[in-house]
């Protein structure tokens, strides 16, 4: 295991996420989501540093079997509060391939959010489909290609509660 990113680097960069979050929202009506489990760690340390009167919830997706993507997304658990008509900022630990936040950026947009946009831990470093959309308005780090654990990354659920981000190969 490598160490990529210890507590405090994460602390401190979470902390300047939170200040350009809490500028950029200023004045709207923001529903910030986590997409569990991965995104919950990330999204109770994040929400902390956000300087605003917000709204809080979870969705639970899958887009891997046995640690390798299918391509698709399927819905084990949707948010219980309505969207519509407010600012939708998703949190997630990973962006990889891009399929989970495409999928769920165009989902809160057909339930008439005002405004979807992202923000992950980790922006993996990894070639993606020309063209396409997947990208996160706000990254915490960007990442090598590798199997990232901790930091609510997990390996078949396990290191999901490793206060930094390593990697295991």
């Given amino acids: 295991m490598e160490i990529l990113f210890s507590q405090e680097t994460i602390a401190r960069r979470v902390a300047e996420l939170g200040r350009e979050i809490t500028e950029f929202y200023r004045g709207k ?8 489990n991965g995104g919950v760690v990330f999204a109770a340390d994040l929400m902390r540093q956000i300087e605003l009167d917000l709204e809080f919830d979870t ?16 819905f084990r658990s949707p948010g219980k509060l309505p969207v519509a008509g407010k600012h939708v900022l998703l949190l997630d630990d990973v962006l990889d391939n891009g399929t989970t936040l495409c999928c769920l950026k165009e989902y809160f ?43 609510g990354m997990d390996s078949d659920e396990r290191f999901r509660n490793l206060p930094y981000i390593a990697a295991i190969d």
């Fill in 29 to 36: 009506q923001l529903l910030v989501v986590a997409i569990a």
């Fill in 59 to 74: 969705i639970a997706v899958a887009s891997y079997v046995n640690d390798k993507s299918s391509g698709e997304i399927t």
């Fill in 109 to 151: 947009l057909k339930k008439e959010a005002a405004s979807c946009r992202t923000a992950v831990a980790i922006d993996k470093n990894v070639q993606r489909a020309p063209g396409g959309t997947a990208h996160a308005d706000w990254q915490g780090f960007v990442a090598p290609d590798r199997y990232l654990i901790g930091y």
